[in-house]
């Protein structure tokens, strides 16, 4: 009964001609409704919670050999609950799209010795 019902089933579907799917011409009316935009949209929306238990930096031998050295660091640092998201103001009103920043992700290539 599986084979009759399947032989049923891929007579059917090739039954069907390939001009019911074909492309349809689009009217320049059409085509000037249509819109686009080119580029990536990259939205970021993180949470942080971060702790560092210490960080400094240092100049041992000062500036030039005219000051003595010198560090700074901190210890015990918590950043709890940090939030960057998107801008959703702008996003939802597109009157207000031409005054959205641009971002650039510049790739380069770091060659291996």
Excluded: C
């Amino acid at each position: 009964m599986k084979k009759v019902f399947m032989i049923l089933v891929m007579s059917t579907i090739l039954a069907v001609p390939m001009s019911a799917v074909a492309m349809t011409p689009v009217s320049d009316k059409e085509l000037a409704d249509i819109t686009g935009r080119t580029g990536v949209s990259i939205y970021i929306d993180v949470t942080i919670n971060l702790h560092i238990g210490v960080i400094a930096w240092g100049d041992p031998d000062g500036f030039g050999g005219t000051t003595s050295g010198g560090w700074v660091g901190l210890k015990n640092l918590y950043v709890t609950g940090f939030h960057v998201g998107p801008r959703t103001d702008y996003l939802l009103d597109p009157s207000k799209w031409p005054y959205l920043q641009s971002l650039t992700i510049d790739v380069f290539h770091v060659p291996w010795n």
